[in-house]
Nanobody, 119 residues
Framework: QVQLVESGGGLVQPGGSLRLSCAAS????????MGWYRQAPGKQRELVAT???????NYADSVKGRFTISRDNAKNTVYLQMSSLKPEDAAVYYC?????????????WGQGTQVTVSS
């Protein structure tokens, strides 16, 4: 019914940049909030950034000033521009979307994309 597909993950050196994308497809009427979460080995999944349909953003303290979340509502796509990457940013990054379907509203998750920050 609804699929979220992330792209843009990979290997980057400390201080480098990556741009993640997440495209939602399927029987979507509209999308409320979209966000990025991450999970490192041995740790719980944590919120990175969220953005509402109107463009209001929220960031984890650890990424403020370095990451920027944005979205293209016409394409049902959310982006995460990551700059000044640190080793502690390494994790699997997951896209989340609160999707308004015909008859319901629910959260969907992408499969995740690996971000590795290493020299």
């Amino acid at each position: 019914q609804v699929q979220l597909v992330e792209s843009g993950g990979g290997l980057v050196q400390p201080g480098g940049s990556l741009r993640l994308s997440c495209a939602a497809s399927g029987s979507i009427f509209s999308i409320n909030a979209m966000g990025w979460y991450r999970q490192a080995p041995g740790k719980q999944r944590e919120l990175v950034a969220t953005i509402t349909s109107s463009g209001s953003t929220n960031y984890a303290d650890s990424v403020k000033g370095r990451f920027t979340i944005s979205r293209d509502n016409a394409k049902n796509t959310v982006y995460l521009q990551m700059s000044s990457l640190k080793p502690e940013d390494a994790a699997v990054y997951y896209c989340n979307a609160a999707v308004n379907l015909i008859g319901s509203t629910r959260n969907y998750w992408g499969q995740g994309t690996q971000v590795t920050v290493s020299s």
